[in-house]
């Protein structure tokens, strides 16, 4: 039951789409939450002989993209429950997809510096340097000519 989710894994890892990273990462989640509850209840679960076949079932349906179970599951029940616990941050889609074209080092120090000083005193920092940034653009056409 890994064999194929870890080879997909590694193909999403190496491919620039963000698509496949979501759905492999929310197959993980799934798969550890699925793993826990067996470890948790295995004694009732030993009473119940088809839990293998239902594991098995539900396996398939989480990790072949026809069903798309995987982010089924994450959208509807894990993303509301763990919102309760740890709130989405208030980054818009495009902050976002910034975020993930930086080296993780900038984006560490970047996060460090949102929370110390604020997503307000960040934003500001942005402003002026896209003001810098046009500034010097500016300068370099009228220089050109």
Known sequence: MLLYPLYASIRAIESPSELDDQQWLTYWVLYSLITLFELSFYKVLAWIPIWPYVKLVLSFWLVLPMFNGAAYIYENYVRKLASKYHPSSSLTLEQKQVFRKMNPAARAGVERYIAKYGHESF???????EMEAKKQKGLSKGADR
Request: charged share 45%.
């Open 123 to 129: 934003e500001r920092v942005i402003k002026a340097a």
